[in-house]
């Protein structure tokens, strides 16, 4: 079964902080991806990765930088934490194939003071 | 990314009545997923529907993909506590994307 793990199940931050939400996949997924999901909003896509190294926007991406070092590892990066920052992030992966799957971790809830 | 109205935004029914939640796009999709979100959850894949006019079913859960592909539905006969959540559909930004963007989800609560 697939795994994908999140490093915390809450995070509380203050504005102006970094911030790091790590992911990591178990299935050797080339594809990585970093969702928010807010009430009445559901999820929107920060960021995605087809590849080690690779990163491309997804429909929100101000705010947020990501890193692909390992092809496990999905790191999304919070430069500056600001209050509107404040969700659930929830990171997923799947297979390279268009229209495979996508395996999501348990999510972080990041409150930002 | 690809835009898709997902309707209701919510939905209450008595256990053992029906339930059904729509999906729409401006745009033919090449394909779209379904999934369903508990309460305190994160998202799990349910079905994906490729083919126009596809139907699928499981157990009490029935999919439908539009004739022309710019719809699917989501219907589940005979509710139960257990189908409790939120459920998502999933489509493609385009040809040849990664990019998976999910409708805003139908929350459903049954009541016992």
């Known amino acids: 079964d697939v795994k994908v793990t999140q490093s915390s199940r809450y995070l509380v931050k203050r504005t102006g902080e970094k911030v790091f939400l790590e992911c990591v996949q178990d299935?050797?997924?080339?594809?990585m991806f970093w969702y928010r999901q807010d009430p009445g909003l559901g999820l929107r896509l920060i960021y995605f990765?087809?590849?080690?190294?690779?990163?491309e926007k997804g429909d929100i991406p101000e705010g947020y930088s990501v890193s692909r070092e390992k092809k496990e590892r999905f790191s999304l990066i919070l430069e500056s934490a600001s209050t509107n920052q404040t969700s659930m992030y929830l990171c997923?992966?799947?297979?390279?194939?268009?229209?495979?799957?996508?395996?999501f971790g348990n999510g972080t809830r990041l409150t930002v003071t | 990314g690809q835009q898709v109205m997902q309707i209701p935004q919510y939905q209450h029914v008595q256990e053992g009545e029906d339930f059904t939640t729509y999906c729409n796009s401006s745009?033919?999709?090449?394909?779209i997923q379904w999934y369903k979100q508990r309460p305190g959850g994160h998202p799990v894949f349910l079905i994906q529907?490729?083919?126009?006019?596809e139907v699928k079913k499981q157990k009490r859960l029935t999919f439908q993909f539009g004739e022309a592909k710019k719809n699917s539905s989501l219907h589940i006969t005979a509710t139960q506590t257990t189908d409790v959540g939120t459920y998502f559909c999933?489509?493609?930004?385009?040809?040849?994307?990664?990019?998976?963007?999910f409708g805003k989800g139908t929350k459903l609560s049954v009541i016992p």
């Open positions: 997923a992966s799947s297979l390279r194939d268009i229209d495979s799957p996508l395996h």
């Open positions: 299935m050797d997924h080339e594809n």
């Open positions: 990765s087809y590849d080690v190294k690779m990163k």
């Open positions: 745009t033919t999709l090449s394909n």
């Open positions: 529907l490729v083919k126009s006019g």
């Open positions: 999933a489509v493609y930004s385009g040809a040849g994307s990664y990019q998976l963007t």
